[in-house]
């Protein structure tokens, strides 16, 4: 067995718990809560789905996503009947292995880009998404992630914008004029 093997037990080998080796008699740390939510949320959207046309016709519009959310509720149920019976895994917790505070904080960062994103545009929102997480992930010097973050933005901004012309929002960066600028700088070249 090599070094990272005798760290591990057969549970923790990296692989996701859907594969065969993960705990088949135990209930993981929120597990149940998780199971909980996703059977409220079907009975929400087969509700909604009612609400399109009710039960008038098998040929009305609201007969498939009714369908369709029903099976939903029913396998929900039935997991969430099974899960409540199996014992709490005692080895685990939440905060270290189902949702240590890197994923809640990335999780953070990811909304704050998404909330910034039409107030103040792509490109300062996606300049301080990269600074902070990889100031967050890699923990170096300012003049480092300052630099990595300008030049990878440098590079998505001209691949995706320039090269591709796909429109993101403006937002209060001066990107127009800067576009026509260089356009105008290379026209006047030829």
């Known amino acids: 067995m090599s070094q990272t093997e005798d760290k591990y037990d057969d549970h923790h080998d990296g692989r996701s718990d859907a594969t065969p080796g993960g705990y088949a008699n135990e209930r993981r740390p929120g597990e149940l809560i998780f199971t909980l ?7 929400i959207l087969l509700l909604e789905a009612y609400g399109i046309s009710g039960l008038k016709k098998l040929s009305s519009p609201g007969v498939i996503p009714m369908a369709t959310t029903g099976v939903m ?10 899960t409540v019976r199996l ?12 949702l240590p505070i890197v994923v809640i904080v990335f999780v953070a960062i990811l909304a704050g880009f998404s909330f910034l994103l039409k107030p103040l545009g792509f490109v300062p ?8 997480s990889i100031k967050f992930l890699s923990r170096r010097n300012w003049a480092y992630v300052l630099g990595l973050s300008l030049l990878t933005l440098v590079g998505i901004w001209l691949i995706f914008r320039v090269v591709f012309s796909v429109l993101m929002p403006a937002g209060v960066f001066p990107e127009a004029e800067l576009i026509q600028f260089f ?3 290379f026209a006047g070249a030829e």
Not at 37 to 43: D, G, K, P, R, T
């Open 37 to 43: 939510f996703l059977v409220i949320v079907s009975a």
């Open 73 to 82: 509720l029913v396998t929900g149920l039935i997991i969430l009947f099974q």
């Open 87 to 98: 014992p709490k895994v005692a080895t685990e917790t939440i905060a270290k292995d189902i």
């Open 125 to 132: 929102s996606a300049f301080m998404f990269l600074v902070f």
């Open 183 to 185: 356009r105008t700088l």
